[in-house]
């Protein structure tokens, strides 16, 4: 259908006039998708930040000579003899004490030392929680960036609150680098963190609204693929440089580019019609027409008509709407237990990657290279079979490998079946997620909320929780024909 001046037009004839899609939407769609590798390096940037090496008490040097065993007490733990990291002998007696004098960290041969916040402020032992309490204030941070930047960008705009975050990120990146102390270190990332919320709901919502309800699908998903390469370059990163200042240096700094945004990247059409600001929207109806070399459409913005909102003026909706009625109580009560399993387990085995056996900078960045095929996977199952069922699979295959990466004995051959297991469950986390992530923005914060509560979930809970869901996906309807789903965007 052709738009024409003077007759109301839907608002989706309209996005087609100008673009089913466009290079001028692809186009926008892919620089608002490199938003999301920022938010993947901060998320999981503690990986490397806070990783701490093999490590025990500092010795004198009147004790260098001596044998280690005569001045550290040796352990067993499960059947290997450890060096104690906490303890030292007094004065070459059998009677032991703390570490008096900081601690001794290893280094490998042929390697720079690693420098983290645990080597820098010695956070092991008795301060050994700090460093996932610093995990956890983030992902705080997060949950408040859900809730303020949501709203501020429905009063603002979506493109004002994206540049307001990447800039605020942009400041706090920077500044963490100088950070002298602990306390300096967690408040920054508590900002950090509000800000990388504020970019990944914007972005979506931006590139959403650009798309016809046909793509949006498509699109939902597709955005998945650049958390992965986010993940791999955070490996890369961490492995060249290997010193927590110069790897978040590294990675903030390539942010100055989004200046460019404020020129190039539109505020959603939707918004602006909804704001009644009709000189942009044909200002910016216009600039697609433009790149996408189509004819400007032959209509008044003042006649378009937006689904669910002309003829709803007087409604107000808020959270408790959620709750309301039988049916949408219970999808979303289904979805936000399905997003605090998925949200617990991916992080809690991604955030324990630098405990795990063998090269964490090589596994961390294998793992993401595994789940760029699992999102494009998803992508086609999502087409051919909905979400339901694939979303039961998924986090039921993620539950299974959970057990088995708890309960097969320590062994050389079992070490990789584990590795080989938690890998699966990850990729099988972020298919889940990718299907599930198109439920309404407004429970997408409820997963932030949650996701701070699983960060500390022990490894045997994760994979209780995970496997539980599974089944609990059973009674998530399909939403594919739902009005929620219809107007979620």
Request: with cysteine; hydrophobic share 45%; charged share 15%.
């Amino acid at each position: 259908m052709k738009p024409t001046r003077g007759a109301q037009v839907k608002l989706e004839d309209l996005m087609g006039a100008i673009g089913d899609p466009g290079r001028y939407q692809i186009g926008i769609y892919v620089l608002l998708c490199l938003n999301y590798m920022p938010v993947a390096f901060n998320h999981l940037g503690m990986v490397f930040f806070g990783a701490i090496p093999t490590h025990h008490c500092k010795i004198g040097a009147d004790r260098l000579a001596l044998p280690l065993n005569e001045s550290i007490p040796i352990k067993v733990v499960k059947g290997h003899n450890v060096v104690d990291s906490c303890n030292m002998y007094v004065n070459g007696s059998s009677s032991v004490e703390a570490c008096t004098d900081g601690w001794q960290y290893a280094t490998y041969p042929g390697n720079p030392p690693e420098s983290t916040i645990a080597t820098e402020w010695d956070l092991v032992c008795d301060d050994k929680y700090k460093t996932p309490l610093a995990t956890t204030l983030y992902f705080i941070g997060v949950m408040i960036g859900a809730v303020v930047y949501g709203a501020l960008g429905d009063w603002i705009g979506r493109k004002k609150t994206l540049l307001f975050c990447l800039a605020k990120y942009f400041i706090f990146g920077i500044g963490l680098h100088f950070v002298k102390n602990y306390v300096q270190f967690t408040v920054v990332r508590v900002f950090i963190g509000t800000a990388m919320q504020g970019i990944q709901t914007s972005s979506y919502v931006l590139f959403a609204e650009m798309f016809l309800p046909k793509y949006r699908t498509y699109v939902g998903t597709l955005y998945e693929p650049f958390w992965a390469v986010g993940v791999m370059w955070l490996a890369l990163i961490a492995w060249l440089l290997k010193d927590w200042r110069w790897i978040q240096l590294a990675l903030v700094l390539p942010t100055v580019l989004t200046i460019s945004y404020y020129w190039i990247i539109p505020e959603s059409l939707r918004w602006l019609l909804l704001k009644n600001r009709h000189e942009q929207a044909q200002s910016q109806i216009r600039t697609a027409c433009k790149f996408n070399k189509i004819p400007y459409p032959d209509i008044d913005t003042r006649n378009v008509v937006l689904p669910g909102i002309q003829t709803q003026e007087s409604k107000t909706y808020t959270p408790f709407d959620l709750v309301r009625t039988p049916v949408i109580r219970r999808n979303a009560l289904i979805s936000f237990y399905v997003w605090f399993s998925v949200s617990c387990v991916y992080y809690g085995l991604s955030l324990s990657t630098s405990s795990w056996k063998g090269n964490k900078y090589l596994i961390f960045g294998l793992s993401g290279l595994g789940e760029l095929p699992a999102y494009l996977l998803a992508v086609y199952i999502l087409h051919r079979f909905g979400r339901k069922w694939p979303l039961c699979v998924y986090l039921t295959v993620a539950g299974v490998g959970c057990i088995l990466s708890v309960t097969l004995p320590i062994t050389t051959r079992a070490t990789y079946v584990k590795a080989s297991a938690m890998l699966t469950s990850r990729c099988c986390l972020e298919m889940g997620d990718a299907e599930n992530y198109r439920f309404p923005a407004l429970v997408k914060a409820a997963k932030n909320m949650l996701m701070v509560h699983g960060i500390s979930i022990p490894k045997r809970k994760r994979s209780d929780v995970d496997r539980s869901v599974g089944h609990w996906g059973d009674a998530d309807p399909e939403r594919k024909d739902s009005g929620i789903r219809k107007h979620a965007l």
